[in-house]
């Protein structure tokens, strides 16, 4: 929030309200949660396409010739690795290995590089980001005002885009991003997403942020490309398997507490923030199995929520994440941090706890919901 407590705007604001859109507060701004039915935009972006306005996300630009350095310090990532061009997802730990931020840091240049943080922990990452460079020949710097970011994710989204750029799409990879023009408009298009479908994610200056979104409706309009709020995106991302912070990660949580151990890595040079922890936790993960993140599909129509207990045998074995109704899958689903034991997919005997009824579950592996390629 702004420092007199108002919700901060998109550039995009009143193109969403002369939508009809319904808004919410997200971490501090004022967001479209639907526009419509959130159903039909989640199938929209799995079946067609749909257009989201991100402006919210926190983007920081890291220069100068340590740039590269000052990341790998900082983050728990190889950054140096990273090829011009190219992205890569991370998380920024605090010293004793709690994960305060997943990112996506994308390299511009040989010495600029673009963090992308989650809105609620722009600040957080922006001020432990700062802190750290310290005695580093690098600038940090807060370019969340300079952004307007927009995504549009689904199996029509390539044909879209190639309407309006002359980009090479074609050869653009998975985790990867280049600086073009989108009808007219400078942008730096990225081939990453949040919704388990192919699609782009656009940064922009927030001037050009209208008619960019026009100019994407107008290209879509043959092939059912909608709006979406951020309702649809949440449960495209739980049927993805993708993780939330606040939801599945937390400063309580190391990235092997979180089964995502693999981005932590010991093997580059140098130290960096949480290293010793982070090395103790993997030795524990391995010795000690934590809790493992799995995926729970409901027999019946109760839908979890977070922070409701799993349950067998009269035991509690863990806690739900994340729930809601899956429109792909037709049934509630539910992300859950459960006991080894019972985190096998098939495991028998496994309930969520709603409101003292225990509702039988399935144990699944994620995601739910996996794209044909």
């Not at 061009?85 to 390299?107: E, H, K, N, S």
Request: net charge negative.
């Amino acid at each position: 929030m702004s420092s007199t407590g108002e919700l901060r705007h998109t550039a995009l604001d009143a193109l969403h309200r002369s939508l009809g859109a319904t808004m919410t507060d997200f971490a501090g701004w004022d967001m479209p949660l639907r526009y419509g039915s959130e159903r039909d935009e989640h199938t929209a972006v799995r079946t067609k396409a749909g257009l989201f306005d991100l402006s919210h996300m926190g983007e920081i630009t890291v220069t100068g010739p340590q740039a590269a350095a000052l990341l790998d310090f900082a983050l728990v990532g190889n950054i140096g690795g990273v090829k011009p061009g190219r992205a890569r997802y991370t998380m920024i730990c605090r010293a004793d290995g709690g994960i305060l931020d997943d990112l996506i840091v994308y390299r511009l240049g040989e010495t600029e590089y673009m963090v992308v943080a989650n809105a609620s922990n722009a600040q957080v990452v922006l001020d432990a980001l700062t802190e750290r460079a310290a005695g580093f020949d690098a600038e940090v710097r807060d370019d969340r005002d300079a952004y307007a970011l927009l995504a549009v994710q689904g199996p029509e989204s390539p044909g879209i885009l190639k309407s309006l750029t002359d980009a090479d799409l074609d050869g653009l990879k998975y985790y990867a991003g280049l600086p073009g023009t989108v009808a007219g408009v400078p942008a730096l298009i990225a081939r990453t997403g949040y919704t388990g479908e192919d699609g782009f994610e656009l940064f922009v200056k927030p001037e050009h942020a209208v008619e960019l979104w026009q100019a994407l409706t107008k290209a879509g309009e043959g092939v059912g490309l909608v709006p979406c709020g951020l309702s649809c995106r949440d449960t495209l991302r739980l049927e993805a398997g993708m993780p939330l912070y606040g939801h599945e990660l937390t400063t309580s949580l190391t990235p092997f507490d979180a089964g995502l151990g693999r981005v932590v890595k010991f093997e580059k040079e140098g130290d960096f923030v949480g290293r010793e922890a982070l090395r103790e936790a993997s030795v524990r993960a391995e010795q000690n199995p934590p809790r493992v993140l799995v995926g729970l599909v409901a027999e019946g129509r109760r839908v979890p929520r977070a922070g409701y207990t799993v349950v067998a045998g009269g035991e509690v074995i863990g806690e739900v994440t994340s729930g809601a109704p899956s429109p792909t899958l037709g049934k509630p689903i539910a992300m859950a941090y459960v006991d080894t034991a019972h985190a096998a997919p098939g495991t028998s005997g496994v309930g969520v706890d709603i409101r003292g009824s225990h509702e039988p579950y399935e144990v699944v592996a994620l995601p739910f919901y996996k794209r044909q390629k």
